[in-house]
């Protein structure tokens, strides 16, 4: 007596399959690794963004909740509670750069070249200088060279 799925050929590609997957489980298993590896680029960008989340959080928390106590509480808060928690919430706009500026070295030769008109000579570092005159140099390069 046969049965109905012995010659069914869908059940037998599974098998099949199964089979295949299991001999080539190894190969298959170090080429997934592979592409699950996190490069220090990546581990660097999320660091990055991580802190700027956190700043963002820690500059703009004492802000809602004054606003929150401003709202819900029925005695006015001290003008200068109010005034200093915004403060820090704007300190955010310009700590961002600077956090920028710390974890990105491009971004931060670029900043420097970009205010480096504005630091007075003698307080600019050798390295500092050059890298502005290469960076010159390289866009008279390409200046000439799209003229």
């Known amino acids: ?17 199964v089979a295949r997957s299991k001999v080539n489980g190894r190969n298959e298993s170090k080429s997934r690794q592979r592409q699950l590896q996190v490069t ?11 802190l ?5 959080i820690i500059c703009w928390a004492p802000f809602a909740i004054t606003m929150f106590f401003d ?3 029925p005695r006015p808060l001290p003008r200068a509670v109010d005034i200093i928690s915004l403060l820090l919430g704007y300190l955010n706009s310009m700590c961002n750069p600077i956090l920028y500026g710390v ?3 491009s971004f931060k030769q670029e900043l420097l070249h970009l205010y480096s008109r504005f630091i007075p000579e ?11 005159e290469k960076s010159r140099i390289t866009d008279t390069e390409n200046t000439c060279m799209n003229s």
């Open 1 to 17: 007596m046969k049965m109905k799925n012995e010659n069914n050929p869908n059940i037998i590609r599974e098998l099949e399959q």
């Open 40 to 50: 220090a680029e990546e581990t660097r960008i999320t660091n990055t963004f991580i």
């Open 52 to 56: 700027v989340v956190a700043l963002f």
């Open 71 to 73: 709202v819900y509480y």
């Open 103 to 105: 974890r990105n070295r």
């Open 122 to 132: 003698q307080f600019r570092s050798t390295a500092h200088i050059l890298s502005v």
